[in-house]
Every structure is written in C-alpha cells, then in structure tokens.
Nanobody, 121 residues
Framework: QVQLVESGGASVQAGGSLKLSCVTS????????MGWGRQISGQMRDLIAT???????LYAESVKGRFIISRDNAEKTIDLQMNSLTPEDTDMYYC???????????????WGQGTQVTVSS
C-alpha cells in the first residue's frame, strides 16, 4: 500500500511563501519517482515539480523560478518550497509517487490526499 501524507497547506497573502511536506515509507521513497502535483484549473491533476532519473529538478512553467522541490533521504520526505505565491496558485496540492509495477514497463502513479493552499490578493 502506498501512503503519501502531505502537510503544510494554509491560507496566505499574495507574495507570501509556504512549505509543503510529504512523508512516505522508506520503500516507496527508494523505488518510486517522487514529486508534487496540483489540480490544474479545477480539472485534471498534473505534476508541477519532480526529479528526473538523474536527480535533476524539473518544474512546470507555471511554477519555475518560484517553487523548489527537495528531498530528505534520512527523513523520507519530499518538500515543496513555494515562494512569490499568487492567487492563481490557489489549489489542492498532492504528493505524487510513480512506482514500478510488475508486468508493465510503465510506472503506476499514486496521489496523496492533498493539502489545500489558498492565496488571497
């Protein structure tokens, strides 16, 4: 069972910062690709920050230069530092794990329960 537990969502003023955190098991943290996603325009959910297979940080254009993803191998956490927040960043943010699955070359994507971020102008 893949458990992804997010925390850190809150209400902030535009221009402010928040740090989200996701904790999972060591097994998931080790074998799965980890990242953060959000609900895009209230519809589909998509990744906004993740790591490439060689460990580089990858960001969606909408958050590049403002958000920073990091991982703590000892604590088994994936953090998302969000700076220069705007009302357009208001959304539910999800921890994401892309995990290998037997019988398929494609990973299976798991989403956490989400943590709400609200940015007021």
């Amino acid at each position: 069972q893949v458990q992804l537990v997010e925390s850190g969502g809150a209400s902030v003023q535009a221009g402010g910062s928040l740090k989200l955190s996701c904790v999972t098991s060591r097994a998931i943290f080790t074998i799965c690709g980890m990242g953060w996603g959000r609900q895009i325009s209230g519809q589909m959910r998509d990744l906004i920050a993740t790591f490439s297979t060689d460990g580089k940080e990858l960001y969606a254009e909408s958050v590049k230069g403002r958000f920073i993803i990091s991982r703590d191998n000892a604590e088994k956490t994936i953090d998302l530092q969000m700076n220069s927040l705007t009302p357009e960043d208001t959304d539910m943010y999800y921890c994401v794990a892309d995990c290998p699955q037997s019988g398929s070359p494609n990973p299976r994507r798991y989403w956490g329960q989400g943590t709400q971020v609200t940015v007021s102008s």
